[in-house]
């Protein structure tokens, strides 16, 4: 049998050692950590800005730096004249039809300039005599005149003057010279430096200045005189048409001028616009003025009496079709039919002047129908208005 061994009674406390209680640790006196430093930002140690640097541009990019440019109505003008001339039937002052496109580019210039005035210059070469070759460079350079009014370029803008052979920009001895001789120029002017709407002084041909018997030219006398320094060259042109000597010319000269009352401005303005709106039509290659057309003939009547001290002149023109000479006869003609229209209607005879030009003043092609239909018309023009 096993021997069973008797428990011993274990006396709990005598089996091991008590731990030692939890120390109280005093907060009080425990040692804190040093606090975070506060910064003055104000007194750190900013570092050194940064220097400026001076650029330097090279002096070749400068000069490709873009500029704005201002439009030159005579730097663009004369870009055209340099690139054709306008052409002109020999002799005439008949407008080739090939010029058309470039004197509508001179056209659209003179629009993009409204403030300006235009002085359009005829020059001639030495080919005939000096009094021919001034009236047609005079002739030349009004129908250029007239074709830019034709398309809406005020008048009142516009001068056109005639210098014939007297101011050559090569020599009259070559055919290469002469043809550069026979020019048109256009020179811009200030508007402001014309007249105002009140009274437009426009200079006439030279050729109109009168002359007394005595040996030194009377230009004292001249009613509607302008006095005007010239230079030598005109001097000397003014010698050649008046078949003077040129020391008989004074170096202060008096230019004959006609004065034009605003009314008859007025009046000329009207007649345009009236007839920018309707068309005098006659029965085909007659005079006979179409019904239709009496309307605005009475329109126009009735501009008329509103400038009862202006004469006008009724001007006929043609498209090319038939004879030079049909063509004049028929226009002269019709111009003369609406005078007889006007002198029926009241407007004295004295005040009204017909003529005819036939086809050798034309505004458009005549090579299509629509050309043709515009050179057929007639114009009315109020003296000394242009």
Known sequence: MAAVVAAKSIDAEVISSKPDPVPIIDVDTVTKPDPIPIIDVDAVTKPDPIPSIDVVVPAKLLEKAPVKVVFSCQDAFKKILSSGNINFASSKSVIKLESYKLLDSLVTVAKKCPTDAVVIGGHSDSSGSKRFNKTLSASRANAVKEYLINKGIS????????????????????????????????????????PSDSALVEIQSIS??????????????????????????DRNLIAANLGANVT??????????????????TCQKEFRNILLDGKIQFAYNKADIKPSSHKLLDALVGIAKECPNEVVTISGHTDSDGSESYNKRLSTNRASAVRAYFINKGIPSKRLNAIGYGESNPIAENSTKEGKAKNRRIEFNVKGVK
């Open 208 to 233: 109109q200045i009168e002359t007394s018997s005595s040996k030194r030219l009377d230009f004292d006398n001249i009613p509607f005189a302008k006095t005007t320094k010239i230079d030598a060259s």
């Open 155 to 194: 008048g009142n803008r516009l001068q056109s003057i005639g210098y014939g052979e007297s101011k050559p920009i090569a020599d009259n001895s070559t055919d290469e010279g002469r043809a550069k001789n026979r020019r048109i120029e256009f020179n811009v002017i200030d508007i402001k430096e014309l």
């Open 248 to 265: 008989n010319v004074p170096e202060t000269v008096v230019k004959k001028v006609s004065v034009v009352s605003s009314i008859a401005l």
